[in-house]
């Protein structure tokens, strides 16, 4: 699977838009871009995926460069439940789901 | 709708006990994994299983063992309990697509004294 580097912490005002960032520089054609994110000591939620094209949910939105080499996540208007760790996964392997040490997002009022 | 739970949510051991952690998924997902989470750092993958009946190690497997009976349970068993192995254990289950997420339980927390 492709290695990902994530920042290891941003800052974030509430009701600002939270842009996170991913390099996967090595990533191939067939890998998709996933996040999650751990609120403190629960279990980690999925948010978004996507391959290619830029994707929409709920709950954020994925930009994913032509390249496919970068990727941003975006809270469009953070709040403070939004603080969390946050984990850019890139995965081509059937079963395997593997977490680096993702970015901590803190929202400030 | 239960999703993943898992078994228990606290526990104590003294070390050289032995224990079994149960995931339970009611989602009929053939994809289930175990983690281990300690202080400050990410989730590492002890191990996993691509359906019933079959088990492979992950990234951490020594001193755990797993076992996978039914399709919807997914068992991890500490033997001889040691403190290196105090931490927060996660476990998650998905659907065997390609393009799937993957939902994971609220943690067990134990602590091996």
């Known amino acids: 699977d492709a290695k990902t580097t994530q920042p290891t912490s941003m800052d974030c005002a509430e009701g600002r838009a939270a842009n996170l960032p991913c390099n996967h520089s090595t990533i191939s054609g067939n890998e998709y871009v996933y996040w999650y994110r751990q609120i403190h000591s629960q279990g980690p939620q999925y948010i978004i995926h996507?391959?290619?094209n830029n994707e929409t949910n709920e709950m954020a939105s994925l930009i994913i460069t032509e390249d496919r080499k970068s990727s941003t996540l975006i809270l469009p208007h953070a709040t403070l439940r939004d603080t969390a760790v946050y984990y850019c996964i890139v995965r081509v392997n059937d079963y395997k789901l593997s977490f680096g040490a993702g970015t901590t997002v803190t929202v400030r009022a | 709708n239960a999703g993943v739970t898992q078994t228990p949510k606290f526990r104590v051991l003294k070390t050289g006990q032995s224990m079994t952690l149960l995931c339970a998924q009611d989602m009929n997902h053939e994809y289930m994994y175990w983690y281990r989470q300690d202080p400050g750092m990410g989730l590492r993958l002890i191990h996993y299983s691509v359906g019933e009946g079959t088990t492979a190690k992950g990234e951490v497997p020594d001193g755990y063992n797993v076992s996978r009976l039914k399709k919807q349970n997914f068992l991890l068993g500490l033997e001889s309990a040691a403190p290196s192995q105090t931490s927060v254990y996660f476990c998650?289950?998905?659907?065997?697509?390609?393009?799937?997420?993957?939902?994971f339980g609220q943690g067990t927390r134990l602590t091996v004294v």
């Open positions: 996507g391959l290619k």
């Open positions: 998650a289950s998905r659907r065997t697509e390609m393009n799937t997420e993957a939902f």
